[in-house]
């Protein structure tokens, strides 16, 4: 069975993904998932960042099957070319970092606005 908690960060971090359009998305996830559960702000602020990690999972995928298709086509369409792999392949981890600690900072942010929200309505 899912605790509270756990499903508060899944539709966290749903809302975060269906409005990723918007700059700032992970806040709002954050802010979902810490008012639904209604906790103290510093419990709003680990399950924001919970909610950050679930939905980074998506990007993550979609980098590495880049990565891969990417990468077969310059294996296979120049061996000399396995340089450049590895040059997208470490652009692709910084880029990751900077995504992660993107999404679970602001979300943790938003975790932290919800429950101050819950305190004060």
């Known amino acids: 069975m899912v ?7 899944l539709l966290g971090a749903a809302v975060t993904v269906v409005l990723s359009f918007i700059p700032f998305s992970p806040v709002f996830g ?8 209604e906790s ?3 419990e709003g602020a680990r399950l924001g960042a919970i909610s950050g990690l679930i939905a980074s999972v998506p990007l993550v995928l979609i980098g590495i099957f880049a990565f891969v298709v990417f990468g077969v086509f310059l294996g296979v369409a120049d061996p000399g070319m396995a340089f450049g792999a590895l040059g997208i392949l470490l652009l692709l981890f910084v880029g990751g970092g900077v995504m992660l600690a ?4 602001l979300s943790a942010l938003g975790g932290y606005l919800g429950s101050y ?3 004060e309505i």
Request: overall charge negative; aromatic content about 8%; hydrophobic content about 40%.
């Open 30 to 37: 954050g802010v979902v998932a810490a008012y639904l559960d």
């Open 3 to 9: 605790s509270d908690s756990t499903l508060n960060a």
């Open 117 to 119: 929200l819950v305190d």
């Open 102 to 105: 993107y999404t679970v900072g």
């Open 40 to 42: 103290d702000p510093g």
